[in-house]
């Protein structure tokens, strides 16, 4: 084999600089206004106003702990909910069954969902309409707090609903390993029951690489914007979309106010995953004693059962809020408390694709252009470090999820101040660019274990055959990998589909994709637009997943081994 | 001698005169000519699909008609727009602005005045279709907000807090705030208001703050710290006795007026609000609403006001944006404006002094039974001085926005 000793790995700098690169200069462009200084708007001078100006902001320790309380609670509850049915059903006919369904949802992007999830439960809401007015007597909706709720119920409903499909189908690839089956037999063998031997066998196994996920799971979560403006409180907000408002606040001072604010919102992240940390520390003692006490729960019938409602509770709330996106669609008139649409036109949903037209070719463009990008410097870095046989790094791995685990807020604010000081903000170049950001982490998550999985003898086989290094990647790792490598292709897809607040701040309002349109619209008035756009959202994604499972039985349609099977 | 020097003038005035009228023909026939090409970002609220497919109506028309391209970027709040142009006009960015023109009225209007944000003065008065605006009797379309517009915004549309019942749920509607306020007391729940800083819900501030304050004629003025307190003291007193009774109890407000009109729809409150008149009988046409519903205002008269289209100082298409401006002027583009169906914006137009067939345009518009003819509108009261919204905003979240419930 031909070594490559001295050269510089360009792949691995190149993607750590792509990576880090705007995140560093973007914190530290939220930082510097923070205290004060802003030359390019004419705020010269580092002070601790902008601080003094956020803490007298009336509302703001509720708006903190809104921020901190909901995206905890949801991202806890989201893989207790996960973990709890693993242990309950995994390899069994049910699992298969649900995994089928939970995949798809993890395609819909958090606003369609959320705008779906409002539908279905608010007091004029689907739910209600089903059971009015015959069993509740409600001829009209009670006056019920039940969506934009102070406490943010509802917005923690929302977010488990989304963040439950996504740590499971984590903790499904965690999964995907060897000898797993013996380790359930062997707990069974030992005489423990099926839940103990998931928690106190294969959960210490697996977890490491369920971690970074979730940590990433919560710093979304407790700094959401597009969920909030649909669900979440409004006196006051929480604290991520209040500093939106601030951004955009006529007086310009206040953009020091909202960059000290985005600090704010990173320490209350932080903390939150520093509080997750210590809960999974008592976590693993707790599992760890009962270990020894060496007691095997072996009656865990009803625990199964009730670990199991929860999960159905979401895809039966997810199926109905998609549902109800379709009927509202063609919804032209649904007064309450009918159950099903008084007058079905499919005229304006044809006229509002029609109008869409713009929106939905600059979401396409972002999210094939993303994709590919994404995709194809995934593999440029795999085929690199597979070649320099530097199969695992973890501090290019933790550049790499970098802007997942932090706020998007956090350093969104500055990149925006660097684009308008360069002259690029709003440009579609400039929103790809944050896209992939956050797009390349997820086709890197996607892509490195099948590539990893890929038996080396093929390469080495063809290597000594004397084919070249690019002759092996295109004519036998490519092929082998198309699958994965399509399936990147789509979750790149959904992703850059649901960035709503890069498109938002980065654009400048004058990059309109589906989701901004259909966040703008849902909190707005009209239903049948709102469900429009959010159905236009959710089959973006949905196109690609379908495509990417389709395309390689076409390919490979006289390739036995490589079709899927089951 | 100074009887031959006035007529000497006369005389020079008479000559001129014609002329005078030429050379505007050929300065907009120059403005036509420099406009074919450009685009023009319409920056205009985008959360009503209705007045969004008529803003692309338009747009496909000056295309047609001028070859000049209309790009509306929909925006949730004009603040925004307002924050971007200074933040352009901070980095030194003089031309080639991302905002051509922009959809604005009352304190956005005036935040870019003072900020020195808009075009020269006078071009509004400029254009060919701006003989046809009723100055007379509808002060509003110089005056917005009491901020003169020196011709640096052009009107495109009247606007009037109208409120919105379901006739089939509640015959008769109250018919001043007292009886609002008693309504929302027998009936908990039933009634809302957006919540400020929402356009809408912070005109229903106005209209109470007008309706009530001690001395109404101060709000013409620019506003004054010394008074604020005895000025907002009896609104304030009027929605603490409100707020209990309001839907969610006030925990929760809808978003805009949009949302109300779905939640009159919804049956989930009585009366709604709007600031357009013809908004209901839109609603009804579209099947948004149910045919029920009818339009009442309040004795002693509601907020009026009107809306105009402003250009910004850097914007690198101002020929276009002026000729898209004329065009939403026009009296075919004001009468399908008030058409229920398409928008039912009232027109700024005089429509008595239209020629004959532009006025039977009008004449020949139904604007349907849920629309109050224009004498029973009641009287307009007029809009604070723009210095108190922001005051009147900052003091209404201190006391009910940030309280977590």
Redesign the interface.
């Given at each position: 084999m031909i070594r490559q000793g001295g050269k510089p790995d360009v792949p691995s700098v190149l993607i750590a600089l792509l990576m880090a690169g705007p995140v560093v200069a973007g914190l530290a462009g939220t930082a510097l206004p923070a205290f004060g200084y802003l030359p390019v708007l004419g705020f010269e001078t580092f002070s601790l106003q902008p601080f003094q100006a956020l803490f007298a902001e009336p509302g703001l320790a509720t708006s903190a702990w809104i921020s901190f309380s909901t995206g905890l609670v949801a991202s806890v509850l989201s893989l207790a909910i996960v973990l709890v049915f693993m242990a309950g059903w995994y390899g069994t006919r049910t699992f298969g069954r649900v995994s089928r369904f939970l995949s798809p949802i993890l395609s819909i992007p958090h606003a369609a969902a959320a705008i779906g999830l409002a539908f279905l439960i608010a007091p004029s809401g689907f739910f209600v309409r089903l059971l009015s007015p015959w069993m509740t007597g409600w001829d009209r909706p009670p006056d019920l707090l039940i969506l934009n709720d102070p406490d943010g119920f509802a917005m923690t409903l929302g977010l488990v609903a989304k963040e439950v499909p996504f740590l499971f189908l984590m903790t499904l690839a965690a999964m995907n390993r060897p000898h797993l089956g013996a380790y359930f037999k062997a707990g069974a063998t030992l005489g423990y029951g099926r839940m103990a031997t998931f928690f106190l066998i294969i959960l210490p196994q697996i977890y490491p690489l369920v971690r970074l996920p979730m940590l990433a799971v919560i710093a979304y979560a407790t700094s959401v914007v597009d969920v909030a403006e649909i669900l979440g409180p409004t006196t006051p907000r929480p604290l991520a979309p209040q500093l939106i408002v601030w951004m955009n606040d006529p007086d310009l001072s206040m953009r020091l106010m909202a960059s000290a604010g985005a600090l704010l919102q990173l320490t209350i992240s932080a903390l939150a995953i520093t509080f997750y940390l210590v809960l999974e520390k008592f976590a693993g003692i707790a599992f760890k004693s009962s270990a020894l006490t060496g007691k095997r729960f072996r009656q865990d019938r009803n625990g199964q059962i009730a670990s199991l409602l929860p999960m159905l509770l979401i895809l039966v709330l997810m199926a109905l809020s998609t549902g109800l996106l379709v009927l509202w669609s063609v919804a032209k008139s649904w007064w309450f408390p009918a159950a099903f649409p008084q007058v079905l036109s499919i005229d304006r949903a044809v006229n509002a694709v029609l109008m869409a037209g713009p929106a939905l070719s600059a979401t396409l463009t972002l999210a094939l252009l993303s994709g590919v990008f994404a995709t194809a410097l995934t593999l440029w870095l795999l085929e690199a470090r597979g070649f320099r046989k530097k199969r695992d790094s973890k501090k290019l791995k933790m550049l790499i999820f970098l802007p997942l685990l932090l706020p998007q807020i956090g350093f969104l604010f500055g990149l925006q101040m660097l684009f308008l000081a360069t002259g690029l903000g709003g440009t579609l170049t400039s929103v790809l660019l944050s896209h992939l950001i956050f797009v390349f982490p997820y086709a890197f998550l996607a892509l490195s274990d099948p590539w990893n999985r890929l038996d080396p003898r093929y390469e080495k086989a063809a290597a000594s055959l004397g084919i070249s290094r690019s002759m092996i990647f295109w004519k036998i790792q490519l092929p082998l990998l198309l699958r994965p490598v399509l399936v990147t292709l789509a979750v790149c897809i959904a992703i850059s589909v649901g960035q709503y607040l890069p498109t938002l701040m980065i654009g400048g309002g004058r990059i309109e994709t589906v989701t901004t349109e259909s966040v703008a619209l849902a909190s707005g008035g009209n239903r049948q637009y709102a469900a429009l756009y959010g159905l236009l959202q959710l089959l973006v994604p949905l196109a690609g997943f379908t495509l990417a499972a389709l395309i390689p039985n076409l390919v490979h349609r006289n390739r036995s081994a490589l079709q899927m099977r089951g | 001698m100074i009887r031959t020097i006035t007529i000497r003038l006369a005389l020079l005035v008479a000559m001129l005169v014609p002329g005078a009228v030429h050379g505007q023909e050929a300065e907009w026939q120059s403005v036509l000519n420099a406009a074919r090409g450009q685009t023009v970002?319409f920056?205009a609220w985008?959360?009503?699909?209705r007045i969004?497919?008529y803003i692309?109506w338009a747009a496909r028309e000056v295309e047609r008609d001028h070859g000049v391209r209309v790009v509306h970027?929909?925006?949730?709040?004009t603040?925004?727009v307002?924050?971007?142009v200074?933040?352009e006009k901070?980095?030194g960015?003089a031309t080639g602005g991302?905002v051509d023109l922009v959809w604005i009225n009352g304190e956005?209007f005036a935040?870019m005045k003072t900020n020195e944000l808009l075009a020269e003065p006078g071009w509004a008065t400029t254009l060919p279709n701006w003989d046809y605006v009723d100055v007379e009797n509808k002060p509003t379309v110089v005056m917005d907000f009491t901020v003169p517009t020196d011709g640096q915004e052009s009107p495109w549309g009247m606007a009037k807090l109208v409120f919105i019942h379901d006739g089939a749920r509640l015959a008769e509607p109250p018919a001043s705030l007292e009886e609002l306020l008693d309504f929302a007391k027998a009936n908990?729940?039933?009634f809302a208001y957006p919540?400020p800083p929402n356009f809408f819900g912070t005109t229903f501030l106005k209209q109470v703050l007008v309706s009530l304050a001690p001395d109404a004629s101060a709000l013409e003025n620019p506003y004054d710290m010394t008074i604020a307190a005895e000025t907002f003291g009896p609104l304030f007193g009027y929605l603490d006795e409100l707020h209990p009774h309001l839907?969610?109890?006030g925990?929760?407000?809808p978003?805009?007026?949009?949302?109300?009109?779905?939640?009159l729809?919804?049956?989930?409150l009585d009366i709604a609000f709007s600031f357009n008149p013809g908004d209901a009988a839109g609603a009804i046409a579209?099947?948004?609403l149910?045919p029920s519903v009818r339009t009442f205002v309040l004795d002693g008269g509601t907020i009026g006001n009107t809306h105009f289209v402003a250009l910004p100082f850097n914007s690198s298409s101002q020929e276009g944006a002026k000729i898209f401006a004329n065009f939403l002027l026009s009296p075919m583009a004001q009468t399908r404006k008030q058409e229920p169906e398409i928008w039912g914006d009232p027109t700024v137009l005089n429509v008595g002094a239209l020629p004959a067939h532009e006025k039977a345009l009008f004449e020949a518009l139904d604007l349907g039974a849920a629309t109050l003819k224009p004498e029973n509108l009641g009287p307009v009261l007029p809009e604070p001085h723009p210095s108190w919204v922001g005051a009147l905003e900052e003091a209404w979240?201190?006391r009910?926005?940030?309280?977590?419930?």
């Open positions: - | 970002y920056h985008g959360g009503e699909p969004n497919a692309q970027v929909k925006v949730s709040d603040a925004n307002v924050s971007q200074l933040a901070s980095v960015k991302s956005n935040s908990p729940g039933r919540q839907w969610r109890r925990k929760a407000f978003k805009d007026a949009s949302q109300m009109r779905q939640l729809a919804d049956g989930e579209n099947g948004e149910p979240k201190d009910y926005g940030a309280s977590g419930g």
